[in-house]
C-alpha cells in the first residue's frame, strides 16, 4: 500500500512539476508537487511543508530512475534542541539539478555542472555518507570555508600544490590555491581570468598576452597589473623591472655584482634614517606581509590592498584587514584589534533560521556611517538613530527587517555584496541592480555595466592609466602627463609611457609623432628638418654625382682612346683622376639617395623612423659615405705625395704603375674594411648602441647602459631555487648583447629585439656619430681613430702641398715671364686645395677632439659640419684635379659671345680690358726692373772675373731653361693645368694630350 502511494506521489509530480506556480516569490525555492513553492531550507527537514508531502519523499533506488530526479542527502538541525537529526536522502527532482543552489548536503544536486567546485578531500564520517563534496564555484576563496576540509579557503605556502589566484570579492581581495583541474578548464575562477590566460599555449617563459606569472612561479597576475606601482607578486618580479611607474623599493634590491655590504643579491636593503642603527637585509617574500620590516615602514607600502580597509597595530609593527578587527581573535601581535571594540557599531546578528543559526557571516564589529556597509543587516550604516550626521546612503531603502531585500528576487543579500560593483540582486541586467544604486566615493561606468562588468569603481582608481570600465570611460577626461589621447579614438587612450616607444598604438601612429624622431638632423615630418641643409644635400648632391661622374668618363674616355700617347706620368695621373672621381661619385649618390628618402617621407618621418635607421638600405648608405669619405682622403695623400716627389727630384722620379695600382688597392680594401666592419656580427656587442622590442612589457628602446641594468636586476630578482634566467655563478656572467638577450629571451620565448642599432642608425642621415661620447657610446674609440687617420692625413697633404708650392715658387723666380705665369697659377689651384681641405677637415676634427675631451658641441654644428662640410671635397674636386672648368668656359663660348654682343656685354669687356692692360703694364714694370738689375749685376760679375783673369767661357752653372720648364710642366700636369712654357718639348707635348 505504502509503494504505492509513492507511486501515485511520483506520477503527480511529474505531471504538476510542469504546472508549478509561476509567481512564486521566494527565492531559492523548492518546487512542490503540486504547484506551490517553499524555501528550500525546509526540503528533507522530517517536516511535510508541502501540501502533497513532495519535500519529504525518501530516494529508493529500486524505482527511482535517472529521470525521476537524484538521492540527495540533507543534514538537518532537529527543533530547537540544535540537535543533529539523522542523515537522509530524498528524491530531489530535476529542475532543482544545476540551478545554481545547493539543495543537498554534498552539493550532488549540482555536481556535474560547469559552475560547480569541487572540494579536495572529504573528511571522516563523513566519507559514510558521500565520497565527495561539491560547491558552487563563486564560494571559491570567498572568506568563507564552505568545505568541510577547507580546500576552497586554502592559501598559498611553499610547496603547495595548486594554482595560485587572486579573486576579489566584496571589496576584499584574497589569494588562494585553485586546484589545477580547474585551470584551463574554459571558466574564470579567478581576477581577470588569469587561470585561463595560458591555455593552449606552450608554457615557457614568465609573460604571456594576458597576463604574467612571478619569477618564483608563486602567482600569476593579469597583465595589466604589470608595472602599475602596485606589488602584486611576492617576489617583487611585477613592479621592480620596471623603468616607469618604478617602485622606490626597488632601488634598494642589492643586485648582481654589487657591493651591499651584509646584504645578498636579492634581497632588499632597508634604508637607514640613522647611521647608528643596524642594517637591515629583507627577504623579498616579507614584502607585503602585513608586518613592519624596514625601520621606516617602506616594505608595507605599494600593496595590494585598500588602506581603507587595514587597522593598524597599536605597536605599529604590523596591520589586518579591518573585517578582521573585533573577531573575537588576537590578529595583532599586542592584541590591539580586540581592544575598543566597545568604541565600535555591534552588528546586529538578525536570526531567520527555525534552528537558530545566523543567517549570515560578516563582522561582529565594524565603523559605523562610514558609508561601507559590512553589518549583513546593513544596520551600521541604514540606523537613522546611530547615524545622525546627514542622510542615509541610497541603499538602505531597500533595507527591511530582514536586511537588505532585491525588490525584483526579495531575495536578501549581506552587506559586503553591496556597492562592490558587481550585481547581485539582478546579475542578468546590471544596471538595474538595485544592490549598486547611488554608492558613494564609486565611478560608475557610462554603460554603468550593460555589456561588461563592473558597474562601477573605486574613484581612487579612475585616471590611474589602467582600463577599468568596458567602455573605458574610467580613463576618459584625465591629465595629459599620465595619459595620450588618440585623435581616431581607436584606440581611445594609451598611457603616456607607450608614447615614443616605437609601436604605434594610436590608428594612425600620431602616438609616435610627438618630437620621437628628433636630432640633430631629423623632425618629425622630415628626415632633414631644416630647409636651408635640406637644399644644400640637393645642391651638393648634384655636384657631386654629376660633376664626378662628367669626369669619370671623360678620363677614361682619354685613357682608352690616348693611351698610347701619353706618358707614364701622364696615365697615372689619370688613373688616380678617375679613382678619386669614383670616390666623390659614391658620396654624390649618398647625398641624393638621402635627399630622395627625405622627399618620399616627407610630412610623416616619425611614423617611419624605427624601421628607417635599422633598415639595411640606411645601414648602406652609412657604408657608401664613409668608403667615398676615407677613400676620398686616402686619394688625394697618394696624389699629393706623388706630386711633391715629381716636384723634389723631375728627372729621377719615375712611379711605376704597380706602385700606383698598390697604393689604389690598399686604399680601396681599408676604406671598404673601416666602412663594414661595425657591420660585422663578430663587432656586434662594440657597435650596437641600443635595440628595439616590438611587444615586451618592460623594454621597448633601450640602449646598452639600461639594458644591462634590467638584466642585472632580472638575474638578481630570479628565485635562487629556480635559477631560470642564468644558471652559473654570477661571476661567470659577461653582459654581453648575445648574453643579455638569451637572459631576456627566458621571459618569453618570442623576446628577441626586432631591430638593432649600430653604427650607422644613430640619426635618420646613416652617418656615424662624428662627435661621439665615450660616456654613453662604446664605439667612441674607432670614431676617434677615424678622426684621428683623417686629421694626420690632412696634415700630410697640407704640408706636401706647401712644400709644392714653395719649391714652384724658387724655381719660377729663375724662369721667364711664362714660367713665371705658370708657376703662379700652381700657386692658386693649390691654394683652392688647401682652402677645400681645411674647410672639409679641420673643423670636424677640432669639434671632434673637443667632444672627446668633454667639451660641448651643438646639435646643430654637428647638422653643419655633417650636412655642409664633410660634401665640400666631393662637391669641388671635380674643378680642382681636372679641367672641367676650361671645358664647362668652351662649353659656353656660343652664349658667352651672344652675351658680349650685348651692352651689358661690352661694357665689361671694356672694363675688364682696362683691368688687364693695366696689370700688364705693371708686370712688363717690374719686369724691366728686373731685367735691369740682373744685367747690372751680371756685368758687375763678368768684371770682376776679367780682372781676375778668369775666361768668359768659365762662368757660373746655370740651370737650363728647358730643365726648369720640365719642372713647371710636370706639376702643371699633375695638378690639371695647361702648360704656358714656349718651349715645345716632349714633356710638353705629352703634357698637352692630358687636358680635358
Known sequence: MIFKTWLCLLFLLRVTSSEKNSNCSISNAFYCSDGGCIESKYFCDFHPDCSD??????????????????????????????????????????EHVCNHELNCFFGEDESTCSHTYQCQKL????????????????????????????????????????????????????????????????????????????????????????????????????????????????????????????NSICDQLCKVGQDCGECQVGQIMCLRTNASLPVVCLNRTNMCDQHFDCPDGEDERNCNIDEMQIFKCTDERSYIQLYRRCDNHNDCEDGSDEIGCNNLHECHPYLRNRDGTYNFATPRFTTKCDKIPDCAGLDDECNQSICTNGSLPAFCSHVEANGFICPNSRSSIIGKEICDGFPTCNDTSPPDSADEFDCENRFYCNDSGAVSLPIHIPIADKCNAITDCYDVSDEIGCDNTTHFYCKTGLPIYIPKRKVCDGIQDCLDGEDECQGCAASPFSSDAFVIH??????????????????????????????????AKMSSLAVNHRILLVNLALADLLFGIYLLSLAVTNAVYSGSYCRQDIQWRASTTCNALGVIAVISIESSILLLSVMATNRLLIVLKPFKTRVKKRYVFLSLFFTWTFSITLATVPLSQYQEDYFVSSVWY???????????????????????????????????????????????????????????????????????????????????????????????????????????YIAISRVSRSRGKQAGRNMRESSNHLERKITRIIITNFLCWIPICIMAFVKFGGGYVSDEAYAVSAIILLPINPAFNPFLYSHLPDLIWEALLPVRKRFASTKCGKWCHESMGKAMSMRSRRERSRATTKTSAGRKQNQESFLVKHRKGSPVGNTAKVTPISRRHGVADKTSEMLGQPHSSSHTTTANQEAVTTKM
Open 53 to 94: 508531502g513532495s519535500d519529504e519523499i525518501p530516494f529508493n533506488e529500486t524505482i527511482h530512475g535517472e529521470k525521476d530526479g537524484i538521492s540527495c542527502i540533507v543534514k538537518r538541525k532537529r527543533g530547537s534542541s540544535g540537535r543533529d537529526a539523522p542523515v537522509r536522502a530524498c528524491l530531489l527532482t530535476p
Open 123 to 246: 573528511p571522516y564520517p563523513y566519507t559514510i555518507y558521500a565520497e565527495k563534496q561539491y560547491k558552487v564555484r563563486v564560494q571559491f576563496c570567498d572568506n568563507k570555508q564552505d568545505c568541510l576540509d577547507g580546500s576552497d579557503e586554502m592559501k598559498y605556502s611553499p610547496g603547495a600544490r595548486g594554482f595560485q589566484c587572486a579573486v576579489t570579492k566584496t571589496r576584499i581581495t584574497t589569494k588562494c590555491l585553485l586546484p589545477t583541474t580547474y585551470v584551463c578548464d574554459g571558466v574564470a575562477d579567478c581576477d581577470d581570468g588569469t587561470d585561463e590566460c595560458r591555455c593552449g599555449m606552450q608554457k615557457e617563459g614568465f609573460i604571456y598576452d594576458r597576463c604574467f606569472q612571478c619569477f618564483d612561479e608563486s602567482l600569476v597576475v593579469p597583465r595589466k597589473k604589470v608595472c602599475d606601482g602596485i606589488f602584486d607578486c611576492p617576489d617583487l618580479s611585477d613592479e621592480c623591472l620596471c623603468s616607469m611607474k618604478k
Open 530 to 563: 631644416s630647409y636651408a641643409l635640406q637644399v644644400f644635400v640637393w645642391i651638393f648632391g648634384i655636384f657631386s654625382a654629376f660633376g664626378n661622374l662628367g669626369v669619370l668618363i671623360h678620363n677614361i674616355l682619354q685613357l682608352l682612346r690616348d693611351r
Open 694 to 800: 616590438r611587444s615586451n612589457s618592460f623594454l621597448t628602446i633601450v640602449n646598452r647602459n639600461e639594458m644591462e641594468s634590467f638584466v642585472t636586476k632580472l638575474l638578481s630578482l630570479q628565485d635562487p631555487l629556480n635559477l631560470v634566467f642564468f644558471n652559473n655563478s654570477y661571476s661567470d656572467w659577461k653582459p654581453t648583447w648575445e648574453t643579455m638577450f638569451a637572459v631576456v629571451s627566458h621571459l618569453n620565448p618570442s623576446y628577441t629585439p626586432e631591430h638593432l642599432y649600430g653604427y650607422y642608425s644613430a640619426h635618420g642621415v646613416c652617418l656615424p656619430r662624428l662627435y661621439a661620447d665615450p660616456s654613453s657610446d662604446r664605439s667612441w674609440g674607432f670614431t676617434l681613430f677615424l678622426i684621428i687617420l683623417d686629421f694626420c692625413l690632412f696634415i700630410w697633404i697640407l704640408g706636401a
